[in-house]
């Protein structure tokens, strides 16, 4: 992955303070409902958003948890579900003795993902208790930090809006686009899912950086379809990374 992207136009958004590192091990069992912590960083053609690039090979081949609703729910008549009967009249042509049965792995070794990248981003206390954290390029992510919880704006991921609760599985609601028709515009549909917080903790370091720390496991109904272990290390700006001063900056210095 990326290995540091500097922000386009993030003058506008903030002034960078810190560099952000986000690193992590996923298992993702889903190529549509996932997490990107990650940004722009995540896919590897930068045209398409939709689909997981990183989603564990033995599970690639199947629909998603997305698809299987859309075929047997409120919506079963829409194109989803005729791609997939059409997979399904296929496959039933196949000799059984070439189908692999269908198995879900979560162990890390068997199909994890170690992932990791760099950003500028900004770090800032609001209250007594409240850290927030923004990074990225283009449109920067937002995380807000207290004692025992974490929320997330990720504005190039499937779950856009998420929150970690030490210690508890907590439920929640987006709203996903689907395209039902090519010459319509895509309908929202709500997807519940939760997030299942094992293990959350934020050191903090005497210059206010520090690093943050989550455990999880995601669901969308009776199916896990992430499990993780994520690291977002904010780090005090080196020359380097620092961005260079404008034109009026620098005359107001000399």
């Known amino acids: 992955m990326t290995d540091f992207l500097r922000p386009f136009g993030m003058k506008d958004m903030f002034d960078p303070n810190c560099k952000v590192t986000v690193s992590g091990e996923h298992f993702f069992s889903d190529k549509k409902l996932y997490t990107n912590f990650y940004g722009i960083a995540f896919f590897s053609p930068t045209d398409e958003y939709t689909s997981n690039p990183h989603i564990s090979p033995i599970l690639s081949g199947f629909p998603s948890i997305l ?28 000799d059984k003795k070439f189908i692999l049965p269908k198995t879900v792995k979560t ?3 068997r199909g994890g993902k170690k992932l990791s990248c ?13 850290l ?18 974490v929320s997330m704006m990720l504005p190039f991921s499937p779950f856009s809006s998420i929150s970690f609760v030490k210690g508890k599985r907590t439920l929640q609601t987006i709203d996903y686009p689907v395209q039902f028709s090519p010459f319509l515009p895509p309908e929202n549909i709500e997807v519940d899912f939760s997030t299942y917080t094992k293990n959350l903790s ?3 370091r005497e210059d206010l950086t ?16 992430e499990n993780g272990k ?3 290390d904010f780090a005090p700006l080196s020359k380097e990374d620092t961005p260079p001063l404008s034109d009026e900056k ?3 210095e000399i």
């Open 67 to 94: 698809d299987d609703f859309l075929s047997e729910g409120p919506y079963s008549n829409s194109g989803v579900k005729q791609d997939y009967n059409i997979r399904q009249n296929i496959m039933q042509n196949v």
């Open 107 to 109: 162990d890390m070794p």
């Open 230 to 232: 994520l690291s977002i």
């Open 202 to 204: 934020l050191m903090l």
């Open 250 to 252: 620098e005359r107001n």
């Open 118 to 130: 760099s950003y500028l981003g900004n770090v800032s206390f609001h209250g007594d208790d409240t």
């Open 210 to 225: 520090g690093t943050l720390n989550i455990e999880y496991y995601l669901e969308v109904g009776a199916s896990k379809c």
């Open 132 to 149: 927030v954290l923004m990074y990225g390029s283009i449109i920067p992510s937002t995380v807000c930090i207290t004692e025992n919880a």
